[in-house]
Structure formats: structure tokens, C-alpha cells
């Protein structure tokens, strides 16, 4: 026979005779000091069989992969080492692929060899035999899988490779030296593989994971080590578990996480479901925030990475908010959560004025008519529990907090305006009645996150005085960011955050008194944005001096003015109908502020 | 038939001795060769496990052939005694 193979037949014969030998050289015994060195040879023939032939003869019985290595040919070049053995075989043709660098000799290679093939390649590599040459089959690995990852790159292998190289290994039969989990350990740690690539190995590990949860007991190990680990894995220096390693690797790759969280079963398997360490879950919910709220989320965005963009917020709420565990999240994720939240406060807005339960995430074409009839937008849906889990989440650390205020501000102002300036649109018979309609739907946002922030723990008066404390100190966070970005006014006189806080947690008196202080100082900030929002869109024509407006018409933020002009400001908001092209009833705004934060005064849950 | 018990021993260990060669000579593990050839198998570790068995093999057969030589030593030592003994027997009846 000719280079690499064997003859099964005869190698099943060869097993038999091998077993026969090994067994006539046991029986073999003396006392005879004589005879010592004949004993001593027969024991050593003997382990030779059993430790060498035997495990060489099981080893290739139990595998064809050397077969079928042989049939990846690489035109001629292959034929160069017909004259070898396998193992040269291999060597050879790496070899030949890295010095060619052929993308297409290369995509040839290991399509022709195929996922499961690739995966037992590995795993034979990695057999820790000691007659073996471990170091020149580690050393092949190497190649291996640099080139394997070469060609994931350009052009690319087919779309089923990466799950069929995770199911070959998870298939891999268990016999001694077989180590899936230390293979696939090995194989992405340490190659720069495209992002296709590892998503559909991502996706594949974890259907391989729920496929075996029949079979393991809860806090079992999802990937777990044989007794004799692949001798590939010396080298590595953490024993992350492949799926975790995966996630690791998509690294800040939006597109990536994108593609892996809008699949429905790993998006309810790794958000809902999946035990992790909190590293583990909190690089999980970072890509997460990144595929449902990254840089690339912009309005301008193509149709379609918006619409997958949504549904992994909606897959967050919705699995991440059924979550058992979500009491000892980490800060990180409570950040995470903010800013997807706080990127889809249009869809949240949606959800508090009619929350619904849902089975399942999704999303849908959605409009809210303060933005008038052409904001429809692919709008992710939210179970109203989850979405209220995610928002106690969300608010429960200083940077979530300041997080969802600064997107409510930013919110707030594009739903003042937008609302001010479809009032304006001839088709109203009654735009005072829409505004005050509009502002109230804005009010009860603001009151449903304002609630969710004093609404963490209903058991424990003391812990939710300190939330109610944090979102107090959170709203003057706002005003500094008002300040900032939308001009908001109001700063109260003598009374710093910190000390609203501390005196609303110690339950004093005078801190409720405070805390209403600052919940109207907010009401006036909605005023404020109002009445801006209204002037700027000709609503209303208050009669301001030109000192407190812009050179553009609009009013200057607040903090830009002085004394005498803020007491003109706020005379012409007191007044009971701000008049213009549409007269609009202060009261009514007023009173529907009011009504829409009554929940800040009183004892209710969010939405009653 | 050994009359001294010292010869009488050495011819019992002779005997076990060539028992022991005779069954390292008909153990298959010297055959083993004849089907485990390239025809059956061809790799790295093919090669290594043959090389390994041709070790084996001669060492075996060394060993087969250094007890025959022990065992002829015994038999010596075992006629020289009885040899002794006999002329002593002479020497002591007339």
C-alpha cells in the first residue's frame, strides 16, 4: 500500500493477532533467576502491544480521517507526498497552502475536507499519544488552523462549515485522548476567523448546548473536560468555556452580535437562559447594547440593520427582563440596559401608554401621533413585565440612571418639538386639544420611569427611600444635562443633590417636602421645554423681548439669562393661555403635567 | 536418573528453562510481522509499532536462546555431579 492508509479487513486481523500475542507473552512466568531476562522481554513485548499497537490499530479504526485528508487534493501538489506517510501527507499540503497562499487552492482544501472532517483532523491531532510525535502534531495544529482561518477570511468557506466543524466535535466519539472541549478551546483561541465564521460557530455551540440539557443536570458544566485533555491546549492560559470563548471573540463587532442575538434561539438562550459568570454576562449584555443600540443605530441607518437593531432590543427586554438572576447584575449590565432602553424610548413610550404582555420578541411598524402620521417606525415590542423589570435595572446604579435621564431629556425634546410643530398642520381642528394630549402622553412616560426608580424594592422602605433619593439626584443630574443640551432652567436655590438624597433616605420631614420641591422644579422643566418647543414652532407668539431670544427667534436657554429677563420668561409661562396662530390653555398643559406626574406624590404603582 | 538431589534440581530448572524457550518461540507475537506489513498499514505510527516489534523479536529470541544455554549449563553441572557421586559409590563399595 502506497503512502497513507490501511486495509480494514487486515487491520481488523491484525487486532485480533495483536490481542493473541499480547495474551501468549502473559502466561509467560518463571521463578528461575535464569530465566529473569526472558520474563523481561516478554513483559516489554507484551506493553508494547498493548500500550502501542492497540491504541494506534483503535485509534484508526475509530477514525478515516486519514482517508479522507487524502481525497482533499490540492491538484498535483498532494501527489508530492503520496510517496509519504499521512502525517507528511498533512504536513505537505499546509505547507504547500501557506507558501502558495491561494485563496482559492485554500477554500478548495477545506471544503473538500469538510466541517466534521476538520473537526476530527483536530481532534486526532490533539490525542495525547506518548508514542507519538506530540509537538510536530501540535506544530501541524498550528498550521491547520491558521490556514483554516485564512480561509474563513477570503473567499470564505460555505455557510453550513463552521456548524458542521462544532457538530463533528460534539460528535466526536469518547474515547481516551478525545477532548472536544479542549479542541474547540484551542481552535478560537487563537486565530483571527471572520466574523461569519464565528457567529455560525456561536450559533452552533449553542444549539448544541440546549440539545444536551436533557442530559445535564442543572448546575452542570455546559462543556465539560475529558479525563485526558487534548495536548492542543497546553498552551492556553484561561479554560473558557467554548460558547463564553465565542461571545469573547466577537469582541465590539455590532454586525456580528447583530446577526448572533436576531437568531431567536440563541437570542432566548444566551439572554433568558444561559448560566454565566458575570464577566461572561456582562460582555453578552455589552453586545447586546451594541447590536440593539450601537454607534451604527442611527436614524439614517439602512432599513434593515434598523429592523434587526430593534429586534435584539425587543429579544433584551424581553429575556433579559425574565431573568431570575437579575438582582446581583453587575452596573455594567444596569448600563446596558439604560442605554437600549434609552435608545428605544420611542418603543418604550409606545409600551407605557398601552403596555401588552408578549410571548415572544418582535417588532412592528408603530407611530404615536404626536409625531404625526409619517414617524411610523419598526419599533421593537415589549412585554409590559419585562419592560418594567429592565427599567427597575436600568435606573438601579448612578450610570443607568444618568443614562436614561439624558435620553429622556433628548426624548423629550424631539417629542415636544415634533408635537408642537404637527400642531401647527392645518388638518387640526382642535390643536390645543392635541397638545395637551401630547403633553400628558409625554407626563406619563416621565412618571412611569420616575416610579420605576422609587419602585425597586416595595418590602424594604429603607432601600427604596435611597432609590427615590438616587432619582432625585438623577433629576438634577437632567438639569445639568438641560443645561447642556436643552436649556433647562430652574436650579433651586440653596438645596444641593446630595442633600435632598441623604435627607429622603433618613425619611426626614422635611425631605418630603424637599423631594415635592424638586418634582415641581421637574414640572416647570417640562414647562420650559413646552413653551420653547411652542415658540420656536410659532404656536405660540409670546410677547418676549428680543433680549431673551436667539437671533433666530427661539428662546435662549435658561441659564443664559439674567435675573430680569427669567422673571419675564416665567410671567409670560404663568400666564393662562399662551397666545399665537393657536391659543393654547396653559392650565390645561399645566394640569396635564401634573396629572401625568401625580405619581410622584402619590402612593400608586406606575400607570394607575 | 539423577542419584545426587543437588544434580537432581539443576535438571528439574534445565527442564523449566527449555519449557520457557519453547513457548517464547511458539508465541504468535514472532509472527506478527507476517500480517502487520504495509499492505496492512502505512503510517508514521505503523512504522514506529514495526520497528518496535522487530526489537521485540530479537530480543525474545535471544532470550529463547540464552535459557537453552542456561538449561545445557544446568544439565552439565547436573551430570557432573551425578559423575562425582557415581565414582564415589564406586570408590566406597569396591
Not at chain 1, 484508526?60 to 491538484?75: C, F, K, N, P, Y
Not at chain 1, 506517510?85 to 497552502?97: E, P, R
Request: glycine residues 8%; aromatic residues 6%; hydrophobic residues 45%.
Amino acid at each position: 500500500m502506497p503512502g497513507v492508509g490501511y486495509d480494514p479487513q487486515r487491520l481488523q486481523a491484525l487486532r485480533a493477532a495483536t490481542i493473541a500475542a499480547a495474551e501468549s507473552l502473559r502466561v509467560l512466568s518463571s521463578e528461575d533467576p535464569a530465566a529473569w531476562e526472558a520474563v523481561l522481554a516478554a513483559r516489554t513485548a507484551r506493553d508494547h502491544l498493548e500500550q502501542m499497537w492497540l491504541p494506534l490499530i483503535d485509534r484508526i479504526v475509530g477514525s478515516d480521517v486519514m482517508v479522507t485528508w487524502r481525497r482533499a487534493h490540492l491538484g498535483g501538489a498532494l501527489a508530492m507526498s503520496r510517496s509519504g506517510d499521512d502525517t507528511l501527507a498533512l504536513a505537505v499540503s499546509l505547507m504547500i497552502l501557506r507558501a502558495v497562499g491561494d485563496d482559492a487552492l485554500r477554500q478548495a482544501f477545506f471544503v473538500d475536507l469538510g466541517g466534521r472532517d476538520t473537526a476530527r483532523l483536530f481532534l486526532e491531532l490533539g490525542v495525547p499519544d506518548p508514542y507519538g510525535d506530540v509537538e510536530a502534531n501540535r506544530a501541524l495544529a498550528a498550521l491547520a488552523r491558521q490556514e483554516l482561518a485564512a480561509a474563513t477570511r477570503h473567499p470564505g468557506l460555505p455557510a453550513g462549515f463552521a456548524a458542521d466543524l462544532v457538530d463533528g466535535m460534539v460528535a466526536a466519539p469518547g474515547e481516551l485522548g478525545r477532548d472536544p472541549t479542549g479542541t474547540l478551546r484551542y481552535l478560537f483561541a487563537g486565530a483571527a476567523y471572520s466574523a461569519e465564521f464565528l457567529v455560525a460557530a456561536t450559533k452552533a455551540s449553542v444549539r448544541a448546548e440546549r440539545a444536551a440539557a436533557d442530559v445535564r443536570a442543572f448546575d452542570d458544566p455546559y462543556w465539560p473536560s475529558p479525563m485526558v485533555a487534548s495536548s492542543l491546549t497546553v498552551d492556553l492560559e484561561a479554560d473558557t468555556d467554548p460558547t463564553d470563548l465565542l461571545l469573547q471573540r466577537l469582541g465590539d463587532d455590532a454586525v456580528a452580535w447583530r446577526a448572533l442575538l436576531t437568531d431567536p434561539g440563541a437570542a432566548a438562550y444566551l439572554l433568558g437562559e444561559r448560566r454565566s459568570d458575570s464577566a461572561g454576562f456582562g460582555r453578552l449584555v455589552a453586545g447586546a447594547e451594541l447590536a440593539a443600540a450601537g454607534p451604527d443605530v442611527t436614524a439614517d441607518a439602512p432599513a434593515a440593520l434598523r429592523h434587526d437593531a430593534a429586534y435584539v432590543a425587543s429579544a433584551f427586554v424581553n429575556h433579559v427582563g425574565s431573568r431570575v438572576d437579575l438582582s446581583s447584575a453587575q452596573p455594567e449590565v444596569s448600563a446596558s440596559a439604560a442605554t437600549i432602553l434609552g435608545h428605544h424610548l420611542f418603543a418604550v413610550h409606545h409600551d407605557v401608554l398601552r403596555p401588552l404582555p408578549l410571548t415572544e420578541p418582535g417588532t412592528m411598524r408603530r407611530a404615536l401621533d404626536a409625531f404625526g402620521p409619517d414617524s411610523e417606525v419598526d419599533a421593537p415590542l415589549f412585554d409590559s413585565d419585562a419592560l418594567a423589570a429592565v427599567s427597575d435595572l436600568a435606573v438601579d446604579t448612578e450610570d443607568g440612571l444618568a443614562t436614561m435621564r439624558a435620553a429622556l431629556n433628548g426624548y423629550e425634546q424631539s417629542f415636544a418639538a415634533a408635537a408642537a410643530t404637527f400642531s401647527t398642520r392645518v388638518e387640526h381642528q382642535d390643536p390645543d386639544d392635541f397638545l395637551a394630549q401630547a403633553i400628558g402622553e409625554l407626563g406619563q412616560l416621565e412618571a412611569y420611569l420616575l416610579r420605576h426608580a422609587g419602585h425597586l424594592t416595595e418590602g424594604a422602605a429603607r432601600r427604596r427611600d435611597e432609590a427615590i433619593g438616587r432619582w432625585v439626584d438623577g433629576v438634577f443630574a437632567g438639569l445639568s444635562f438641560g443645561t447642556r443640551q436643552l436649556g433647562a432652567p430652574f436650579p433651586v436655590p440653596g438645596l444641593g443633590p446630595e442633600d435632598v438624597k441623604e435627607q429622603w433616605a433618613t425619611h426626614e420631614a422635611a425631605a418630603e417636602r424637599r423631594f415635592e420641591d424638586a418634582a415641581r422644579e421637574w414640572t416647570e422643566h417640562l414647562r420650559f421645554l413646552w413653551f420653547g418647543e411652542l415658540h420656536a414652532a410659532g404656536v405660540v407668539a409670546a410677547d418676549l423681548p428680543d433680549e431673551v431670544l436667539t437671533a433666530d427667534g427661539k428662546l435662549r436657554p435658561w441659564q443664559e439669562l439674567d435675573g430680569t429677563q427669567r422673571r419675564i420668561v416665567r410671567d409670560r409661562m404663568e400666564e393662562n393661555a399662551w397666545r399665537g396662530p393657536v391659543d393654547v390653555d396653559w392650565q390645561r398643559l399645566s394640569d396635564t403635567i401634573k396629572l401625568g406626574q401625580q405619581e410622584l406624590y402619590l402612593d400608586l404603582p406606575p400607570g394607575q | 536418573m539423577s542419584v545426587d538431589p543437588i544434580a537432581a534440581e539443576y535438571r528439574r530448572r534445565a527442564a523449566e528453562l527449555r519449557a520457557l524457550a519453547g513457548e517464547l518461540e511458539a508465541s504468535p507475537v514472532l509472527r506478527l510481522h507476517e500480517i502487520a506489513g504495509t499492505e496492512t498499514w502505512s503510517s508514521p505510527g505503523a512504522d514506529a509499532c514495526r520497528s518496535t516489534l522487530t526489537d521485540d523479536q530479537v530480543r525474545l529470541r535471544h532470550a529463547a536462546t540464552e535459557l537453552r544455554q542456561h538449561a545445557w549449563w544446568y544439565e552439565q553441572q547436573a551430570d557432573a555431579l551425578d559423575a562425582v557421586a557415581a565414582a564415589g559409590r564406586l570408590a566406597a563399595g569396591g
